[in-house]
């Protein structure tokens, strides 16, 4: 029995020894390298440093953030706002001396409130445009005239109407649109 306990004794002191060199020597190995993962990675020194400053060199390089991007599609995104349309300007120049009851560039439509001229309370006219591209081009625009006509007892029909209101309006708003766009095109050279 006292063979067993001295054994014992023997291999207590190998495993601690065994510990100790083991802590030792991933204490120096560590100490010499500084795994991957962990490292500190180096900045690019043209990335700025300011989130603002950031964003605002992505958007100049044209790498904003699109759903399209997102999708695998286009990497560019291509900003453009109403008062550099010149479509829009022209649609809205055209029909200024109407009110308006809906203008929303981002869903690309125009829509009047009835309108009636010297006071004409019996007879009113309204006006949709919807832009289907940006194009200046006569399928660029769709025009829609509603008329409502009002009889005794304020008995209202309303149904649409294709006169030459439509393509008269058209055909202003395109060619104001080409004299936007032109006089845009020589302001910039």
């Given at each position: 029995?006292?063979?067993?306990?001295?054994?014992?004794?023997?291999?207590?002191?190998?495993?601690?020894?065994?510990?100790?060199?083991?802590a030792f020597f991933l204490i120096i190995l560590s100490s010499c390298t500084i795994p991957e993962a962990i490292k500190p990675k180096k900045v690019d020194s043209s990335v700025p440093v300011n989130a603002d400053e950031r964003a605002r060199k992505n958007i100049e390089e044209g790498r904003g953030v699109s759903l399209k991007g997102a999708l695998g599609g286009n990497r560019k995104t291509s900003y453009e706002f109403s008062t550099s349309n010149p479509l829009w300007r022209a649609s809205l120049e055209t029909i200024d001396f109407m009110p308006l009851t809906t203008?929303?560039?981002?869903?690309g439509i125009i829509i009047t409130d009835w309108y009636?001229?010297?006071?004409n309370t019996k007879e009113a006219i309204k006006i949709t445009v919807?832009?289907?591209?940006?194009?200046?081009?006569?399928?660029?625009?769709?025009?829609?005239?509603?008329n409502k006509n009002c009889g005794p007892a304020e008995n209202c029909t309303v149904s649409e109407i294709d006169t030459n209101i439509k393509f008269e309006l058209q055909k202003s708003i395109l060619s104001k649109a080409a004299t936007l766009e032109r006089e845009a095109k020589k302001s910039k050279k």
């Open positions: 029995m006292v063979l067993k306990f001295t054994n014992l004794a023997k291999l207590k002191k190998i495993n601690s020894l065994l510990r100790f060199y083991s203008v929303d560039y981002s869903g009636s001229e010297d006071g919807r832009f289907l591209s940006n194009e200046i081009q006569s399928n660029s625009i769709k025009i829609i005239v509603h």
